[in-house]
């Protein structure tokens, strides 16, 4: 008997206590709000675009920091496009990521920093692909004949400029191997390419690791070119002639040798 105050039915007459059958459950379940296109498309729709979104914005559109954030599915399938931002050899430099350039608000909303110590850590080494230029002096070593040429004419081609570079590989020295191209009087030059008609690098001679991105032939043809006119580093006797690679195996021999005799 229930509690005279009380409102509450008997145990018996308790409707939320009657077993109900799984079948029932369902039966009693209202589909047809389920089957209006108006109740799930918009939520499919939202989700797809935030899907895709994520997705493009990872891949396209988030600014890799350096070359050990470079995945290994964008080698030979991604460009990466910024500023370069100096100059440390005849044949590679760094590069500040901008992807999506002015029309992600590089350059007018987003800055490009300038100062050394706002790009530490954020820029990308590259090397360019299929070419040696002339070493400069460093680690105790003299430079080689037309380095500062090589040099100079590379800083004032590309230093504050914006490229493009079509990414191969990560070297041993963590610099992304890479086929440059940049705007010069509205047309697209490759770097690499451009400095083996001056006569201002060799392509590269190693017998492994090279790397040409499917323009070894045109390089070849741009080099002998050059070598056939003198220009630059080809301009002298070619019996006191020394390639980069030559060089570099001469002072590797060098200093062997030195570290041999030490105490």
């Known amino acids: 008997m229930p509690w005279p105050f009380s409102s509450r039915p008997a145990k018996g007459d308790d409707p939320d206590r009657r077993p109900v059958s799984w079948s029932n459950n369902l039966n009693g379940t209202d589909w047809q709000h389920f089957k209006d296109p108006r109740n799930w498309v918009p939520t499919v729709l939202v989700t797809t675009t935030v899907i895709v979104s994520l997705q493009l914005y990872r891949s396209y559109l988030r600014r890799i920091p350096g070359a050990i954030h470079i995945q290994p599915a964008f080698f030979r399938e991604r460009t990466i496009f910024g500023k370069v931002t100096s100059v440390g050899d005849g044949d590679n430099f760094h590069l500040f ?45 003299p430079a080689q004949p037309f380095s500062t040429d090589a040099l100079a004419w590379l800083s004032s081609y590309i230093l504050g400029r914006r490229v493009r570079a079509k990414i191969y590989k990560r070297d041993q020295y963590d610099r992304i191997v890479a086929t440059v191209f940049v705007r010069r009087f509205l047309l697209r030059r490759d770097v690499g ?16 690791g090279a790397e040409f991105g499917g323009l070894e032939a045109k390089y070849k043809a741009a080099e002998a070119e050059a070598k056939t ?35």
């Open 97 to 141: 990521h901008t992807p999506g350039g002015r029309l992600t608000g590089w350059g007018w909303l987003r800055k490009v920093p300038e100062k050394k110590t706002e790009l530490r850590n954020k820029t990308i080494p590259i090397r360019l692909a299929g070419i040696d230029a002339p070493e400069c002096a460093h680690f105790g070593r």
């Open 193 to 208: 390419l451009e400095m083996l008609k001056m006569g201002l690098a060799t392509t590269y001679e190693a017998k492994t």
């Open 229 to 263: 006119k003198k220009r630059g580093i080809w301009g002298g006797k070619p019996q006191f002639f020394e390639s980069p690679r030559d060089y570099k195996k001469r002072m590797s021999a060098l200093e062997g040798t030195q570290n041999k005799v030490e105490p």
